[in-house]
Every structure is written in C-alpha cells, then in structure tokens.
C-alpha cells in the first residue's frame, strides 16, 4: 500500500522567513509525485508534478525537489498570500489515483 | 479552465438518511474520483471510476457507493448517514494520468 508522510504537521514563518515542507513516501514504481495547495473551504489547486529523482520544479516563491524516498517544497522569501494547506500525493506507475498525505498547514505572519 | 462543481457547499442530514452527493465535471474527462477529508488524516480516496457506468473501490469504501451513469457526473450515496460520515468530500477528475482537478467540496454534518 502507497504511504505519504507530511512533516512538519504546522509551519508559523514570519514574513520574508524562508523554509522547507518534507514529504517521505512509499509506492510500488512512482509514476508522478504531485503537489497540491489548500485554502480554507476550498478542494486542493495543483502545483507541480515531479517524475524523476533529481528533477525539480518552480513558480514564484515555490520549488519543489524530488528523490527517489522524500520530496521537499521549498518556500523561499514567503508573504502572508503563501498561507495555505500544502498536500502531498503520489501516483503509482499502475493507477489512475493519488494517494495523499495529511498535509503542512504553513502560516505567514507580516 | 477545468471545472469541476459539487452541488452543494453545505449538507446536513440525520442519522440513517439516504445523502446523495453529486458532482459534474465539464472536460470530457474519463476518469472520476471521490474523497473525504478529514483533519490530521488527509485525503482519503472512496471509490473512483475510469468510464462511464464503471466503478472500483478506494481505500475507505464501506457505507458508501456510486454511480456513473453519464461521463461528466459521479454521484456518491450514503445509502444510511451515520455520525461518522460527518466530513468534508472532495470530488476529482481527471484525464488519464494527469493530475486531478478538485471541486470546492461538500462539508456534510450528520446528526
């Protein structure tokens, strides 16, 4: 069975304060690890999707890496706008559906 | 844009009503998927379908079914509410293997 563990559980950052979300995953063959964000009381936006170990991805103060166990999305200079839910999920090379983690809530206070 | 609509943003049912979910997606896409949302545990996947009248079973099925009788609609039942079916529900589609494009949800309260 695909896991996906999001750490930390909740991120406070001030304003300009720059920091990393982890995700750790297991699935049998990857297809695409996926990158979603969250507002309040609304389904989760895509973000990036990753293939490849060592592949990377970016949009605006967003980048996502990928190894062959973990992800991290990097959020370098953030503003208050960047506070959201950000959600990891996987995708096995057999399967049409994502299997998702719980999610780091991240606050940006100015 | 794809757009994918959940019929309501708020539902509240008692206990052992029959819930009808229902959700519309509008870019021919084959695939569709139902998940609930629930703190510190995430996303959950329900049932999901790749063709019309086709379904196959998520992580969490039981008390749930559904039905796809057109392409663009996927309808969750909750054949008999019960408290624990208190959550939030996302509706997903997709196209192949690309990523899922999420509805707005459905926040549903059993009393």
């Known amino acids: 069975e695909d896991q996906v563990t999001q750490s930390p559980e909740a991120l406070r950052l001030q304003e300009g304060e720059s920091s990393s979300l982890n995700c750790s995953y297991t699935?049998?063959?990857?297809?695409?690890l996926f990158w979603y964000r969250q507002d309040p009381g609304k389904g989760p936006e895509f973000l990036f999707t990753l293939y490849s170990a060592g592949e990377e991805k970016e949009k605006e103060r967003l980048k996502a890496t990928l190894t062959k166990k973990e992800s991290f999305l990097h959020i370098t200079a953030p503003k208050p706008e960047d506070s959201a839910t950000y959600l990891c999920?996987?995708?096995?090379?057999?399967?049409?559906?994502?299997?998702f983690g719980a999610g780091t809530t991240v606050t940006v206070r100015a | 844009d794809v757009k994918v609509t959940q019929s309501s943003r708020y539902l509240v049912k008692r206990t052992g009503e029959k819930v009808f979910l229902e959700c519309v997606q509008d870019m021919d896409h084959e695939n569709m998927f139902w998940y609930r949302q629930d703190p510190g545990l995430g996303l959950r996947l329900i049932y999901f379908s790749y063709d019309v009248k086709m379904k196959e079973k998520g992580d969490i099925p039981e008390g749930y079914s559904v039905s796809r009788e057109k392409k663009e609609r996927f309808s969750l039942i909750l054949e008999s509410a019960s408290t624990n079916q208190t959550s939030m529900y996302l509706c997903?589609?997709?196209?192949?293997?690309?990523?899922?494009?999420f509805g707005n949800g459905t926040r549903l309260t059993v009393t």
């Open positions: 999920a996987v995708q096995a090379t057999s399967d049409y559906k994502l299997s």
């Open positions: 997903a589609s997709s196209f192949w293997r690309t990523p899922l494009h």
């Open positions: 699935v049998s063959g990857l297809r695409g």
